[in-house]
């Protein structure tokens, strides 16, 4: 059974940094595309960043690029995301996910296994 179990949220000040890290079990990381993803209240859920497992390679969303680092340790099976000079707009649930498409895709409906999620809240 594969599960991905997000932990490291919490709440920081404007400016500050969190690192969220996704524990994989039941699937190997080296052989998925993992990305993160989020979800603020009364929003959609949208695409953060994303590291292949084909050929090594990142890619994130305009609104993080500069500012979070997707990141991946095969030994340990698992993924973090650095998340520096954290806005208030950062505030959301953050899902880890799993794909076989070794391509970089932004679209969910590609990804087989979510996480539950781990919340990050950035105050001012």
């Known amino acids: 059974q594969v599960q991905l179990v997000e932990s490291g949220g919490g709440e920081v000040q404007v400016g500050g940094s969190l690192r969220l890290s996704c524990a994989a079990s039941g699937l190997k990381i080296s052989t998925y595309t993992m990305a993160w993803f989020r979800q603020a209240p009364g929003s959609e859920r949208e695409f953060v960043a994303a590291?292949?497992?084909?050929?090594?390679?990142?890619y994130y969303a305009n609104s993080v690029k500069g500012r979070f680092t997707i990141s991946r340790d095969n030994a340990e099976n698992t993924v973090s995301l650095q998340m520096n000079s954290l806005k208030p707009e950062d505030t959301a649930l953050y899902y880890c996910?799993?794909?076989?498409?070794?391509?970089?895709?932004?679209?969910?409906?590609?990804?087989?296994?979510w996480g539950q999620g781990t919340q990050v809240t950035v105050s001012s």
């Open positions: 996910a799993a794909t076989r498409f070794g391509g970089i895709t932004e679209d969910e409906n590609r990804f087989n296994y």
């Open positions: 590291i292949r497992w084909s050929v090594l390679g990142t």
